[in-house]
């Protein structure tokens, strides 16, 4: 081999060199990229299962509730309302932002079960009770884990370099799942 077919073939390997290297970083921020946006997309399915399973017992929990306090008509009709608004979101914001409008209606509907101490001793809405609160602590699992997978990948694709690989891919970010200031109070309770 002569000296300008040695200089040849380290020009060649240096260029191949230049080009791979960013070549793999590349395709290991974006496969790291798509991952990520998967794990938000599985961790807000997880979320949405719970809202799901909370949306499903409402109308069981309301109708017990509504037997023994039947003139409290508004807080059924905001309960109602709210659910209905949880159906017909699209988004994820949108979806956010209803659930935490029937959260709240949960909660009025909530207060007005604390003035019926018989509605308290009946074995049915007991148990209604019981799968709503189990239901509510779900959702906060699930929610936190959505939240803590949303961080990680919003952190991802904001650090640079990979915000300029995500911005040309369109990776966005995701929205948490965020508590209304309405419901960062207890409710009281007043007889």
């Given at each position: 081999?002569?000296?300008?077919?040695?200089?040849?073939?380290?020009?060649?390997?240096?260029?191949?060199?230049?080009?791979?290297?960013?070549?793999l970083?590349?395709?290991?921020?974006?496969?790291?990229?798509?991952?990520?946006?998967?794990?938000?997309?599985?961790?807000?399915?997880?979320?949405?299962?719970?809202?799901?399973?909370?949306?499903?017992?409402i109308?069981?929990?309301?109708?017990?509730?509504?037997?023994?306090?039947?003139?409290?008509?508004?807080?059924?009709?905001?309960?109602?309302?709210?659910?209905?608004?949880?159906?017909?979101?699209?988004?994820?914001?949108?979806?956010?932002?209803?659930?935490?409008?029937?959260?709240?209606?949960?909660?009025?509907?909530?207060?007005?079960?604390?003035?019926?101490?018989?509605?308290?001793?009946?074995?049915?809405?007991?148990?209604?009770?019981?799968?709503?609160?189990?239901?509510?602590?779900?959702?906060?699992?699930?929610?936190?884990r959505?939240?803590?997978?949303?961080?990680?990948?919003?952190?991802?694709?904001?650090?640079?370099?990979?915000?300029?690989?995500?911005?040309?891919?369109?990776?966005?970010?995701?929205?948490?799942?965020?508590?209304?200031?309405?419901?960062?109070?207890?409710?009281?309770?007043?007889f």
């Amino acid at each position: 081999m002569t000296q300008t077919q040695k200089t040849l073939l380290i020009v060649v390997g240096v260029i191949l060199l230049i080009i791979l290297i960013p070549f793999l970083y590349l395709k290991g921020t974006y496969n790291s990229l798509v991952t990520m946006d998967e794990e938000v997309k599985a961790a807000w399915a997880q979320v949405e299962n719970q809202l799901q399973r909370r949306y499903d017992l409402i109308p069981n929990y309301v109708e017990t509730v509504k037997g023994y306090a039947a003139h409290e008509k508004e807080v059924f009709l905001k309960v109602t309302e709210a659910r209905s608004k949880v159906a017909g979101a699209r988004t994820i914001n949108e979806k956010i932002g209803a659930n935490n409008q029937l959260s709240a209606a949960l909660s009025r509907l909530l207060l007005v079960v604390e003035r019926y101490p018989d509605l308290k001793a009946n074995a049915n809405f007991i148990r209604l009770q019981d799968e709503l609160a189990g239901t509510e602590n779900r959702i906060a699992v699930e929610r936190r884990r959505y939240n803590e997978t949303v961080k990680a990948y919003n952190i991802k694709i904001r650090r640079f370099p990979t915000n300029l690989i995500a911005g040309m891919f369109g990776f966005e970010k995701a929205p948490f799942f965020e508590v209304p200031k309405e419901k960062q109070e207890a409710p009281r309770v007043k007889f």
